[in-house]
């Protein structure tokens, strides 16, 4: 199959929903992470994300709909829902929401829930508006890879499998949206994104976090297999600079070819370095475009940590510690 990728026009919206409703995945761009959609209520048409992601089929898919009103069609909203829906969407959230009605079961395997997003990309909105129907899409990179933040990721990742790719540049956001279970009284934290828990709390009145502890970055491993990029790579935890040349310098004597993504312009000799931004906003925009380009001519990329901790610095940090499979490098 050719993939082609495809300027947003009306007459794009409609080859490409054309595409949906005949059981094909089309890529597009939303404001966090490019995605891959396919009708939410048709089975076959789901379970080829999952081949073409090669996606385990446990990992539920987010349903994307385009308006507040379409999610009582497919979800039971709950009163804290009902909150965060009037506060947050459009926006880069997803409510997991009891399901109901006619989401297909390959969507969550198992589960008697769904996770609903609305994007606030413009471009996204009207795809979906297009395709008058619930598009379930996961983020439009290969399973372990890191997540797309340009239509030139998903061809790395997808050319061949999809016929279409929607560009819309690069994502503001770049990071992946928060995922809050709203089925309860509380809600529950279920991944770290653009919205803060405290952004959750001051309209919810409380919140709880449900995942590995963000600020324990030291446990090594196995059970991060997300976001990795093709070489090795480590999370320097340390914002000192003279440890920070040390580390990548002992790499640099190995002969090794090293490249560091970091908060400022280092000069470091025999090392590529790429300038994540000015804050952790920027960081977070840039982080996977970043290991996708640095990964191309590098055995090994180090990762400066978030800038301070709590909030949004979490949420880029879980990425980058997931990003570094886990391996944390801390000052003695
Ligand atoms: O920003 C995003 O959320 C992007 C764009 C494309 O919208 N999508 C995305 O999808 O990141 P994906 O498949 O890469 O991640 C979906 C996350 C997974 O961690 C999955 O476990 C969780 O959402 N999830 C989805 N439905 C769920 C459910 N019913 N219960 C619990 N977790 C759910
Ligand atoms: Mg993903």
């Not at 947003?8 to 409609?14: H, L, R, V």
């Not at 109901?100 to 996770?115: A, F, H, Q």
């Not at 061809?155 to 560009?167: A, C, Q, R, T």
Request: net charge negative; glycine share 8%; with cysteine.
């Amino acid at each position: 199959m050719n993939t082609e990728i495809l300027n947003p026009s009306k007459e794009t919206y409609e080859k490409c929903a054309l595409v949906i409703k005949e059981g094909g995945l089309v890529a597009f761009p939303t404001e966090t992470v490019y995605g891959l959609g396919a009708n939410a209520l048709n089975g076959a048409a789901v379970k080829k994300i999952y081949e073409a992601k090669g996606r385990p089929q446990d990992n539920p898919i987010i349903v994307h709909v385009a308006e507040r009103g379409e999610i009582s069609d497919y979800a039971e909203i709950s009163q804290i829902a009902k909150k965060l829906m009037e506060a947050f969407m459009p926006g880069p959230i997803t409510l997991v929401l009891k399901r109901s009605g006619r989401i297909c079961p390959e969507v969550s395997y198992g589960l008697d829930t769904v996770g609903i997003r609305i994007p606030l990309n413009p471009i996204a909105r009207d795809f979906i508006k297009e395709c008058r129907l619930p598009i379930a899409a996961p983020s439009a990179n290969s399973s372990t890879r890191p997540s797309p933040t340009e239509a030139a990721h998903v061809l790395e990742d997808l050319g061949g499998k999809i016929p279409y790719i929607i560009d819309g540049g690069r994502c503001q956001i770049g990071i992946e949206s928060t995922v809050v279970d709203a089925t309860g009284n509380t809600p529950v934290i279920l991944r770290l994104g653009k919205i803060t828990p405290g952004m959750i709390r001051s309209v919810c009145g409380d919140v709880r976090i449900s995942f590995e502890q963000p600020d324990k970055p030291a446990s090594p491993g196995t059970k991060y297999i997300h976001y990795t990029p093709a070489c090795e790579c480590a999370l320097i935890d340390s914002h000192e600079p003279k440890f920070i040349e040390q580390v990548v310098r002992a790499e640099v004597e190995k002969g090794r070819k090293v490249s560091l993504l970091c908060f400022s312009q280092f000069e470091m000799e025999g090392a590529s370095v790429y300038l994540l931004g000015n804050d952790n906003f920027e960081a977070a925009s840039n982080l996977f475009y970043l290991l996708r380009l640095a990964e191309k001519n590098s055995d090994i990329i180090f990762i400066e940590a978030a800038m301070g901790r709590g909030e949004f610095a979490d949420s880029l940090l879980n990425r980058m510690i997931k990003s570094a499979g886990g391996n944390v490098i801390t000052e003695p």
